[in-house]
T-cell receptor, first 114, second 112 residues
Framework: EAQVTQNPRYLITVTGKKLTVTCSQNMNHEYMSWYRQDPGLGLRQIYYSMNVEVTDKGDVPEGYKVSRKEKRNFPLILESPSPNQTSLYFC?????????????FGSGTRLTVV | GENVEQHPSTLSVQEGDSAVIKCTYSDSASNYFPWYKQELGKRPQLIIDIRSNVGEKKDQRIAVTLNKTAKHFSLHITETQPEDSAVYFCAASLTGANNLFFGTGTRLTVIP
């Protein structure tokens, strides 16, 4: 089944403790992206990747890192999480490098930083 | 970059009535306009999209219309059912650009 897999689904952590949210897709998509979803703000892009070893900042990149060492994986790293990073996170992928194809989203990671 | 505005933020309709959600975009170069449905606790899923070379697209009870001159596009759901209750997001992308720009979402509630 074609899908984007995120882990974990839920995560509670303490301020400053490094964490990684994993994202993997099995569709051989070039493009992958991370979004955060907050009430009233919709989906805001954190980082995206056009292909292996090619990453770039989205609208809200501060406090996050990503890497794209393999085509299928695009982990999101929070080196020193803070409470304002409490949010619902989605990984997404699509075929091609231009935006006029539909995205496939992962099932989401609800992160709470206390 | 592109700015997408979506209205209303919440919408309640009686089962069987129609629902309309509207979005405006700022950059006339945008040429791809998808709509996503997010049910409670689930991921956003693409339900319909339209490209700027067409003015309307239908898929059963849902349709999207695009007015390039006014820079707005709308989602129309007819004969609404309780399972249509969800948050709907519109989005737009610029010609040749890498990224989609999302609206802030509309929470649709269909009252049985």
């Amino acid at each position: 089944e074609a899908q984007v897999t995120q882990n974990p689904r839920y995560l509670i952590t303490v301020t400053g403790k490094k964490l990684t949210v994993t994202c993997s897709q099995n569709m051989n998509h070039e493009y992958m992206s991370w979004y955060r979803q907050d009430p009233g703000l919709g989906l805001r892009q954190i980082y995206y990747s056009m292909n292996v070893e090619v990453t770039d900042k989205g609208d809200v990149p501060e406090g996050y890192k990503v890497s794209r060492k393999e085509k299928r994986n695009f982990p999101l790293i929070l080196e020193s999480p803070s409470p304002n990073q409490t949010s619902l996170y989605f990984c997404a992928s699509r075929m091609g490098t231009v935006a006029n194809y539909g995205y496939t989203f992962g099932s989401g990671t609800r992160l709470t930083v206390v | 970059g592109e700015n997408v505005e979506q209205h209303p933020s919440t919408l309640s309709v009686q089962e069987g009535d129609s629902a309309v959600i509207k979005c405006t975009y700022s950059d006339s170069a945008s040429n791809y306009f998808p709509w996503y449905k997010q049910e409670l606790g689930k991921r956003p899923q693409l339900i319909i999209d339209i490209r700027s070379n067409v003015g309307e697209k239908k898929d059963q009870r849902i349709a999207v219309t695009l007015n390039k001159t006014a820079k707005h596009f709308s989602l129309h759901i007819t004969e609404t059912q309780p399972e249509d209750s969800a948050v709907y997001f519109c989005a737009a992308s610029l010609t040749g650009a890498n990224n989609l720009f999302f609206g802030t979402g509309t929470r649709l509630t269909v009252i049985p």
